[in-house]
């Protein structure tokens, strides 16, 4: 009884409870642990030490990184029910197991670091025929005639190459002057299947159920409220359809605030399924496609969805 107890007095802090359903029935190294959690290394190794001495985890060694697991042959395995309980009462819980499914995909990725090597070197040196707008000729080739939202189009720069293969193009943007803008490059190019719309991403002046693709282009950082923004983009979706956003993963740029107005210093993985899941959307799929190579070195967020 002494050492449930003294498990008990462990579990004290919700943190520990937290790290303690993660290990549960996955191994984690701490980096993962902080990628997770979104807490500093020596926070989570303090934890990890604790529980560790309680007996409530193990270790191994793999390679230069040592993971952690519950240590279910010491007393743990009795506490799962209570840490399931406890678990309802913290909310950063749900959040923890979506972050941790993110974390996996990224570790089980293997052929991930070969692509970006390969990305790096497309186009720095020349070979007869092969071009960055080769390559986007070729995708616009296979992309079906859908009726597409670009949320946040700005000028309309990916709306008018959108709009040379789709039904139609419906571009959003809050601003008159880029609405105005991207309506005489649409007419002094004779793009006939391409409207502009003045309005907000939180009050998308698009009817419901009318778009086969809702598409935010390094827009969502501009909402006042992102997760109303992707419920927008679920509204106006007909069923079956899709959502595409590309922003930026959250960074610690502040400048960006003043230099381009932007509103959140992106999102993280876990931030941005939520928004999506919350506004209905399933079978999320998130990766970061790109770093830039000067600093601040933003990078960028890829995420679909299915409505």
Not at 28 to 36: D, H, K, N, R
Not at 238 to 256: N, W
């Amino acid at each position: 009884m002494s050492s449930m107890l003294k498990n008990l007095k462990t579990l004290g802090d919700p943190s520990r409870i937290r790290i303690l359903l993660l290990v549960e029935n996955e191994e984690l190294s701490v980096a993962e642990l902080q990628e997770i959690l979104g807490m500093g290394q020596s926070r989570i190794s303090t934890h990890l030490a604790q529980l560790k001495t309680a007996g409530l985890v193990e270790d191994r060694r793999n390679g230069k990184s040592i993971l952690y697991r519950l240590n279910l042959s010491n007393g743990a395995g009795q506490l799962l029910g209570v840490l399931h309980e406890a678990a309802a009462d913290i909310p950063e819980a749900e959040e923890d197991s979506e972050a941790l499914r993110l974390a996996l995909r990224r570790r089980q990725d293997k052929t991930r670091a070969y692509f970006d090597e390969l990305a790096g070197k497309f186009g720095r040196h020349y070979l007869p025929g092969r071009s960055w707008k080769g390559l986007a000729e070729m995708l616009l080739a296979l992309m079906p005639p859908l009726v597409i939202a670009d949320l946040g189009a700005g000028e309309g720069t990916f709306s008018q190459l959108l709009a040379r293969r789709a039904r139609r193009v419906i571009a959003i943007d809050n601003s008159e002057k880029m609405v105005d803008f991207g309506r005489e490059l649409a007419v002094k190019n004779g793009v006939e299947n391409l409207e502009y719309r003045l309005g907000d991403l939180e009050g998308v002046p698009i009817e419901d159920e009318t778009v086969d693709l809702a598409f935010f282009s390094q827009a969502l950082h501009h909402a006042q409220h992102p997760d109303r923004a992707a419920a927008e983009a679920f509204r106006i979706l007909k069923p079956g359809g899709r959502v595409v956003v590309l922003d930026l993963l959250r960074h610690t740029h502040e400048e960006a605030r003043e230099l381009y107005a932007d509103l959140w210093l992106g999102f993280s993985e876990v931030e941005l399924a939520r928004f999506l899941r919350t506004a209905g959307f399933r079978n999320i799929e998130m990766s970061v496609v790109h770093r830039e190579e000067e600093a601040p070195h933003f990078e960028t967020l890829l995420a679909v969805a299915d409505k």
